[in-house]
């Protein structure tokens, strides 16, 4: 029986995509055995299970500096490090590699110590056995970025769960918007505010709509606050100084909550510069919610031609988007089958699956 571990992270697509991988996984047929690694000064470890006997700072370190036949002994048939946490260890290590960001765009990362984690990143990714990439997009990335043999990469997307296709009650739905003065039909943004989700253009489509289109749907922005976010938390803040109806949920956690904003959602809008895989396009697809989506980096070959796919950089393509599907029926019939599809397509069930696949390949 094999028996991952993971390293967990905050809810962020890092967070879900091992959340979801921590329930499926044992319906896949893997035993698990959850693992984390301390938290520095003492805090509280990141997720429940095990703790790895030093701190990832001081495991980083003695990895480096020891010989290479030196390795963290981890009781375990393969270890799975799902947020690029990787050390030399005992054991066959799996590395799940969202995207090659911090190294290929560093100007949209926290800058504190970025060129020193970018070197240690290249260096732990080497480490791994077998790299899983989110997207095919990503795996000319990594290769690039990171130096991983393309040989050593099998490519298993995310998903979303079963709960998705079933709209949730009337009610509790109206419950949800109500409390945060939402009202149906609103154009939508899911994911951490940073410059690289491209929401100050998405602000600038939204506020170049038609006067009567905006009266009737708000624009809604659902994410905490992430790196380099202050341009765009100053930009949102104007427009509602200025009597734009825009909001700003930032308090949102609980996932029933977000099911309940997107069922509510008119059109949902992704008009990120960079993503390694895209979760919230999926769960917009199953919400049953036509998608406005960049037409870069993995987000086409997620969409799959279900959503109206748009320049990032071109806001007027943004808007023209966004009027689309707000106001043409047959565009938004077409959008809505064509995602249901597409996310029927893309389960978690389906990537434990496949990640299971992976280990057994190594043991």
């Known amino acids: 029986m094999i028996e991952p571990a993971y390293t967990g992270g905050h809810l962020d697509g890092i967070g879900v995509y091992t959340q979801a991988l921590l329930r499926h996984l044992p319906r896949a047929g893997c035993a698990l055995l959850p693992y984390s690694w301390p938290r520095v000064r003492g805090a509280a470890a990141i997720t429940a299970g095990a703790a790895l006997p030093h701190s990832f700072e001081r495991a980083s370190f003695v990895d480096l500096v020891t010989p290479r036949t030196h390795r963290v002994h981890v009781p375990v048939d393969v270890f799975h490090v799902t947020d690029y946490r990787v050390v030399r260890m005992d054991c066959p290590v799996v590395a799940s590699l969202h995207d090659a960001l911090p ?106 709509l038609p006067a009567v289109v905006r009266a009737e749907r708000q624009l809604v922005i659902v994410g905490s606050a992430g790196a380099r976010s202050d341009d765009v938390l100053r930009r949102i803040a104007a427009a509602v100084q200025d009597g734009a109806d825009v909001v700003w949920l930032n308090h949102l956690v609980d996932n029933a909550d977000l099911r309940h904003v997107y069922a509510g959602a008119g059109v949902f809008v992704f008009a990120s510069l960079y993503e390694g895989f895209g979760i919230p396009v999926v769960e917009a697809f199953a919400s049953g919610v036509p998608v406005v989506a960049s037409n870069t980096t993995s987000l086409p070959e997620v969409t799959a031609g279900a959503a109206l796919d748009v320049d990032p950089l071109d806001t007027g393509a943004i808007a023209d988007a966004m009027l689309t599907l707000a106001r043409e029926p047959a565009a938004r019939a077409r959008c809505i089958a064509a995602g249901r599809a597409r996310a029927a397509q893309l389960t978690w069930a389906e990537t434990a699956r496949q990640t299971a696949a992976v280990y057994r390949a190594l043991v």
Request: proline share 8%; with cysteine.
């Open 103 to 208: 190294v290929k765009h560093p100007e949209w990362c926290n800058p504190t110590l970025r060129g020193v984690k970018n070197w240690l990143q290249r260096k732990a990714a080497q480490k791994a056995d077998h790299v899983i990439a989110l997207s095919h997009f990503a795996i000319q990335e990594l290769v690039e970025c990171f130096g991983i043999d393309e040989r050593r990469i099998t490519v298993v997307p995310c998903g979303v769960d079963d709960e998705w296709f079933d709209p949730p009650p009337a009610d509790a739905v109206a419950a949800t918007l109500r409390v945060n003065g939402l009202r149906p039909g609103y154009f939508l943004f899911v994911g951490t505010l940073q410059p690289r989700k491209n929401v100050e253009r998405l602000l600038d489509a939204y506020l170049s």
